[in-house]
């Protein structure tokens, strides 16, 4: 399994440009905290990596909350909260912790 991990994106165009890029060879992303800046952007950063049609696993950093994750895993079924929360897929386990 590839893995694309990244974190600190702040809703940064450019970087979201980047990884829609890297991802075309990845199996699965993994959101390491702070796609969001201040609580804002996490929906439209979202909504440019969902075009991978790839399975997001998340974990909340300072910028955005556990609920806030929560709320766009109800609405995308490719993202995958992970706080406090073991997930396998594939055959290897994930373990998140967040918010900070």
Excluded: S
């Excluded at 490719?78 to 967040?98: D, Q, Y």
């Amino acid at each position: 399994m590839k893995i694309l991990a990244f974190a600190d994106v702040h809703v940064g165009k450019k970087h979201l440009q980047t990884l829609l890029k890297k991802a075309k060879d990845a199996d699965i992303l993994v959101c390491a905290g702070d796609l969001a800046t201040f609580g804002q952007g996490l929906e439209e950063a979202l909504r440019i990596l969902l075009k991978t049609k790839k399975k997001i696993l998340m974990i909340p950093g300072n910028h955005e909350d556990a609920h806030m994750i929560e709320h766009a895993a109800q609405k995308h079924p490719h993202i995958i909260p992970l706080h406090k929360k073991i997930v396998e897929l594939e055959g290897v386990t994930f373990v998140g912790f967040g918010e900070g």
